[in-house]
């Protein structure tokens, strides 16, 4: 395995450097569970649990935002599921208005 996080790292430092737009993804533990879960943007230096789970469904969809968005370029960006309160579905109701 150290070889594979050696080439990881020599991947992401390329990228880095690179004229490229760019954004690296770092997803917490995936499920096969259905769409539609909240997707919570950690900051810088935050760190996920074990137990922290995001569906592969919300990875996607995060993922097709992020191509588009210049809040993510050129930048590496952690994501986990949220969970789903009152005002999450607010938010995200308002998003799509």
Do not use: F
Request: glycine content about 10%.
């Amino acid at each position: 395995m150290g070889s594979m996080i050696k080439d990881k790292s020599a991947g992401e430092k390329a990228l880095r450097q690179s004229d490229l737009d760019w954004t690296i993804v770092y997803a917490s533990g995936l499920t096969d569970g259905p769409a539609g879960g909240p997707v919570v943007v950690l900051t810088d230096g935050s760190r996920w649990s074990l137990s922290h789970r995001i569906a592969r469904a919300d990875v996607a969809a995060w993922l097709v935002q992020a191509a588009t968005s210049p809040q993510t370029s050129r930048r590496a960006v952690s994501i986990t599921g949220g969970t789903r309160t009152k005002e999450n579905l607010r938010s995200e109701a308002a998003r799509h208005v």
